[in-house]
Every structure is written in C-alpha cells, then in structure tokens.
C-alpha cells in the first residue's frame, strides 16, 4: 500500500526536493561533500519520514517520524540561509524556496496536530 503518496504533503516535500536540488546543482565543487551534500540530505528526510511514518503501525510512530521531518525541515531552512550568506544562492532564490519550506512545515505541523 502507497498511500503516502496521496498525502498533498509529501507531494509538496518531493517538489521540494526537486527544487532544491536544482537549486544547488551551482554550488561549487568544494562543497560537494560539505554543505551541498548536507542540504540534499535534510531535503531528502523530509519527505521519506513521511513517508516511513505512514508505513508505521500506529499514530504515534507517525507522529514521531512526522516531528523528524521538521525537524530536516529546520536544518534545511538553516543550511539555505547560511548558502546565501556564502552567495552560492541569491536572495532571490533563498526567498522562492523558503516559501515552499514553509508551506511544507505549516502542512507538517498540521497534519501532526490532527493525530491527536
């Protein structure tokens, strides 16, 4: 059964993704290994604890993997703030992607608080 992928979501999550790693595609060759690598991985977590959680047997383990992927999500907005402040990504950009992270953490939290 995948029905994590009807969850809008991690919809959201997997363009999320996509976006980010387009975004960082640029970064330069030395931080392939450093802050690239990281952002890639926090982006990644967000929308595969989702679906993990969903796989899980009972709501509080999907809570649990829920919290996880804010969690990624944090570190993530982190990461991108810091890339900006290294000018590997533009204001501009920082801001496009921080809209759709955002929606995402709201969606997150939401969707956690309605476990309960």
């Known amino acids: 059964m995948n029905k994590f992928k009807d969850l809008i979501v ?5 363009d999320l993704a996509e976006s980010v ?20 991985r926090c982006v990644v977590s967000i929308s595969s604890n989702i ?11 999907f809570k649990h993997f829920l919290s996880i992927s804010l969690g990624s ?17 533009s204001k501009e950009e920082l801001e496009v992607v921080l809209v759709k992270l955002d929606e995402v953490q709201k969606m997150i939290a939401g969707l956690s608080k309605s476990l309960n």
Not at 73 to 89: A, G, H, K
Request: aromatic content about 12%.
């Open 10 to 14: 991690w919809q959201k999550a997997i």
């Open 73 to 89: 999500s944090y570190e993530l907005e982190t990461q991108l703030i810091l890339s900006n402040r290294l000018i590997y990504i």
């Open 21 to 40: 790693y387009l975004l960082t595609n640029d970064f330069p060759k030395e931080e392939k290994f450093g802050l690239q690598s990281q952002i890639r």
């Open 51 to 61: 679906a993990e959680g969903v796989g899980r047997n009972s709501k509080n383990e």
